[in-house]
């Protein structure tokens, strides 16, 4: 019954490869993020997708490729990592609710990247 | 650009003693504010939430916040800390994109420890 999933949790892996986290959500939101947390703990947003459109890009390298093949799903691949890219990455979903000024973010457990 | 300002990195308190986690906000109106918490190795719940309703508001856990205009700030509080409450805790503020959607920030997080 988890609402935010990811996959994998732990992801270690060398400089220069590729690599992919998937991020799926039951809960029928129509808008995906993801976050990036770095070793101080700081959050910041990379994107988000509405109903698998780009809406939000904040200034990431375009090594980093997210895909949405349907509203439930935004997977993040990454080219060439770097040592810079070892984070945790958050997931997350929410739902625009007509009339309300807000509309939480449901996040999911994470995925620590390592790139040695 | 909106933004907040957790005081305190780390604060420690003992078992059954108050706790105050303190937050300033910047923003050029009126703002949605949030405080979400992290326990190790564990994705994001949101506390509570601010959104231009009631200045004091309550979330879980037996924590609430005040939002104070003249000052502002946005303090989480909670009368007597239990050892569960030992996490990581983040101010939080948001702002409406274009497309209607939320983009939130994130202070830099405040380690809040219990001394038993």
């Known amino acids: 019954d988890t609402a935010v999933s990811q996959t994998p949790k732990y992801l270690v892996t060398q400089m220069g490869n590729d690599k992919s986290i998937k991020c799926e959500q039951n809960?029928?939101?129509?808008?995906m993020y993801w976050y990036k947390q770095d070793s101080k703990k700081f959050l910041k947003i990379m994107f988000s997708?509405?109903?698998?459109?780009?809406?939000i890009n904040e200034t990431v390298p375009n090594r980093f490729s997210p895909k949405s093949p349907d509203k439930a799903h935004l997977n993040l691949h990454i080219n060439s990592l770097e040592l810079g890219d070892s984070a945790v990455y958050f997931c997350?979903?929410?739902?625009?609710?007509?009339?309300?000024?807000?509309?939480?973010?449901?996040f999911g457990p994470g995925t620590r990247l390592t790139v040695l | 650009a909106q933004s907040v300002t957790q005081l305190d990195s780390h604060v420690s308190v003992s078992e059954g003693t108050p706790v105050l986690l303190r937050c300033n906000y910047s923003?050029?109106?009126?703002?949605?504010l949030f405080w979400y918490v992290q326990h190790p190795n564990k994705g994001l719940q949101l506390l509570l939430k601010?959104?231009?309703?009631?200045?004091l508001v309550k979330g879980i856990n037996g924590f609430e916040a005040e939002f104070k205009k003249s000052e502002t700030s946005f303090h989480l509080t909670k009368p007597s800390a239990h050892m569960s409450d030992a996490a990581e805790y983040f101010c939080?503020?948001?702002?409406?994109?274009?497309?209607?959607?939320?983009?939130?920030?994130f202070g830099t997080g405040t380690r809040l420890t219990i001394i038993p």
């Open positions: 997350a979903s929410s739902q625009e609710v007509p009339g309300v000024g807000w509309n939480e973010q449901f």
């Open positions: 809960l029928g939101h129509d808008t």
């Open positions: 997708y509405n109903n698998k459109e780009l809406i």
């Open positions: 923003s050029s109106y009126s703002p949605s």
């Open positions: 601010y959104t231009s309703a009631a200045t």
């Open positions: 939080v503020v948001s702002e409406v994109t274009n497309f209607g959607n939320e983009k939130l920030t």
